[in-house]
């Protein structure tokens, strides 16, 4: 059974920092890409970043510059280091993996298994 868990969210001030995990287990994900989407109250989900087995990335242009994907293949862990948060930046952050090989998937049909999120609250 994969599960994807996330963790590191909390409550944080404008202009803080956080730090993301998401922790892959039941299967490993060589070869493919892991994604970090995000839902704000009211809105739909949107794209967040996200990054392949060999390192290539893709980020959402709200979060470019701020926001920084990483992942550790060996403990088949994502993460997401969130600087210079925004009161715009609160949402739920959802991890999420795609079964494809050898894509950078940016839309939320193209990922297969999904974490049951973490909240971030930026306070102004």
């Known amino acids: 059974q994969v599960q994807l868990v996330e963790s590191g969210g909390g409550l944080v001030q404008a202009g803080g920092s956080l730090r993301l995990s998401c922790a892959a287990s039941?299967?490993?994900?060589?070869?493919?890409?892991l994604g970090w989407f995000r839902q704000a109250p009211g809105k739909e989900r949107e794209f967040v970043a996200t990054i392949s087995w060999s390192s290539n990335i893709i980020y959402a242009n709200s979060v470019k510059g701020r926001f920084t994907i990483s992942r550790d293949n060996a403990k088949n862990t994502v993460y997401l280091q969130m600087n210079s948060l925004k009161p715009e930046d609160t949402a739920v952050y959802y991890c999420?993996?795609?079964?494809?090989?050898?894509?950078?998937?940016?839309?939320?049909?193209?990922?297969?298994?999904w974490g049951q999120g973490t909240q971030v609250t930026v306070s102004s």
């Open positions: 039941g299967r490993t994900f060589s070869g493919h890409a």
């Open positions: 999420a993996a795609t079964n494809t090989i050898g894509t950078l998937p940016t839309r939320i049909g193209e990922y297969d298994y």
